[in-house]
């Protein structure tokens, strides 16, 4: 079956203009152009669509996306399955939000005060399922089942304070390493280091061990790995990349 370019805009929820700029850019190209000028697309660029769109949803940028599926290692079936399950990671975070903001109304409700350990609960349950959704498969091929199931235990394990600790970690990592790319700054540079260096403690807050190697293989992945990719250049592109090479560098 073909469509043109307005019948495929209103089935995929998309716009036409948006169709044309995939085109112009070489995301995605119609199957045939009329003379006319008009768009026609086949089955092969309705899932290709498909594809992008999905990748959109999570975040990944035009030319990632692009990069991933003129790959000629792409495979489709293992993408939709990373796809499945991020989505489902976000439906577990977004379930477990939604309890958390139910437990809180009933307590508001009943006059019931609610303490800390319930409020925070839910949050490091959301770090640990997000995390073994989205990553667990690779991280568990390189690293093995008891490294991880460790570090789970450890976040799990964590009190409040030390929760709020990790957690602005992360956000600080995120921040120098966007002011850095910002900047041009070289990974080398001693704000690379810092930031190799609070990535280092972000990676030990939760009580785990230090291993140089395994930091440089964590940190080698930001790049293979489209949706670690994605995470940390989801604002600024090329945060990933400078984490990699800062602790490539550093972590010595």
């Known amino acids: 079956m073909e469509y043109s370019i307005q019948v495929l805009a209103r089935l995929s929820g998309t716009t036409t ?15 045939r152009t009329a003379e006319s000028g008009h768009r026609y697309y086949g089955p092969a660029e309705v899932d290709r669509l498909q594809d992008i769109l999905y990748y959109r949803a999570l975040g990944v940028g035009l030319s ?11 495979d489709r079936l293992a993408a939709l399955r990373s796809h499945l399950a991020a989505l489902e990671a976000e439906r577990a975070r977004l379930d477990g939000l939604i309890r958390s903001v139910k437990d809180t109304i009933r307590a508001q409700e009943r006059d019931e005060i609610m303490n ?13 399922a997000w995390n073994e959704d989205t990553y667990g498969r690779e991280i568990r091929a390189r690293y093995g089942d008891a490294p991880v199931d460790e570090a789970h235990a ?32 070289s990974p080398e540079s001693g704000a690379g280091q810092e930031i190799a260096a609070l990535h280092r403690q972000w990676l030990t807050a939760a ?26 250049d989801r604002d600024v592109p090329g945060c ?4 990699r090479d800062a602790v490539a560098h550093w972590a010595r």
């Open 17 to 31: 203009r948006t169709l044309r700029w995939y085109d112009q850019i070489g995301l995605l190209k119609p199957s």
């Open 240 to 243: 990933a990349r400078f984490l």
């Open 116 to 128: 800390d350990e319930q409020k925070f609960e839910v949050f490091k349950q959301r770090a640990v």
């Open 154 to 185: 450890a976040v799990m394990g964590l009190t409040q304070s030390q929760y709020r600790e990790w957690s602005r970690l992360g956000g600080e990592i995120q921040r120098r390493l966007e002011a850095a790319v910002q900047s041009a700054l």
């Open 64 to 74: 990632q996306i692009k990069a991933c599926l003129d790959d000629p290692a792409f």
């Open 207 to 232: 009580g785990g061990p230090y291993d140089p190697a395994k930091h440089r293989g964590l940190a080698e992945l930001y790049v293979a790995d489209p949706r670690f990719t994605a995470y940390y």
